[in-house]
């Protein structure tokens, strides 16, 4: 089975500018998730998508494959579609599962992708699936940064949503939260689905790109993971992330 990994990258966050390539102790952010994702032995191959020569030309120097693409995308996937018609194009074969990165997961684990693919791999069934993670603070849930998910009892996405949900305005017990947490395969067909579909209403207000499936009547299989990552969004996380990071092992190996 031919799996690979694609990491959507551009210089105009509107959060945080330029922040694919903001140094986290020495090393650009992109790197470190290019780094890191190749370690994964799921995956045959990563390439980073992206509309800026800045970022084709690092990831270049690095050894690392890109892949130029559109600048007029406002949405990771469909940056992540356009790349995947442009390599098969290259490699003159098709792929049959690929797993969007985010850019700005630079603590990103490689056993994460690999369980996060494993229902596409034992079920024909399930044509794309998500990380989720429970939360663990207030802050964190109330954070809008931070992308929120409800499920079904199989684990299938209800919604996303950047405000903390499920509301607790009327329900005194504990509750337990989940957000996602951006390792996304999808099979081929279904990531190449998804850049056909029309962009939806809800997708567009909570700007969250799983939205689009789920408003299309298409499911989308959560997977829960218990290792901690961090986004980074904000000067202030990449502060965090990389006092966190002084002492991590992976960034060791490369």
């Given at each position: 089975?031919?799996?690979i990994?694609i990491?959507?990258a ?24 290019l ?8 995956l ?7 509309c ?14 890109a ?23 290259i ?5 049959d599962?690929?797993?969007m ?23 024909d ?26 499920v ?16 607790r ?27 056909d ?8 207000i ?9 408003e ?9 993971t ?11 996380d ?17």
């Amino acid at each position: 089975m031919n799996i690979i990994g694609i990491i959507p990258a551009r210089m105009a966050s509107s959060r945080f500018p330029g922040k694919p390539l903001k140094k986290i102790n020495g090393i650009p952010m992109i790197g470190h998730v290019l780094y890191r994702s190749k370690m994964t032995e799921v995956l045959n191959d990563v390439y980073v998508a992206t509309c800026d020569k800045s970022i084709y030309d690092y990831v270049e120097s690095i050894g690392g494959k890109a892949i130029m693409t559109s600048d007029s995308h406002e949405r990771a996937s469909d940056r992540t579609a356009e790349a995947l018609i442009k390599i098969e194009e290259i490699i003159k074969k098709p792929i049959d599962i690929i797993v969007m990165l985010q850019g700005d997961e630079p603590m990103i684990v490689p056993e994460m992708i690999s369980k996060a693919v494993e229902p596409l791999i034992h079920d024909d069934k399930v044509q794309a699936s998500n990380l989720m993670k429970e939360i663990d603070s207030i802050k964190e849930w109330e954070d809008p940064n931070e992308v929120k998910v409800v499920v079904d009892k199989n684990d299938n996405a209800l919604y996303f949503s950047r405000e903390p949900i499920p509301s607790r305005k009327k329900y005194n017990d504990d509750i337990i939260a989940f957000k996602q947490v951006c390792v996304m395969p999808f099979k081929r067909d279904a990531l190449l689905k998804y850049l056909d579909l029309q962009p939806m209403p809800l997708e567009i207000i909570e700007s969250v790109d799983m939205n689009r499936f789920l408003e299309h009547g298409i499911k989308l299989k959560m997977v829960k993971t218990d290792y901690k990552s961090y986004s980074v969004d904000t000067k202030e996380d990449l502060l965090f992330v990389e006092e966190v990071m002084k002492n991590d092992l992976l960034t060791k190996r490369y």
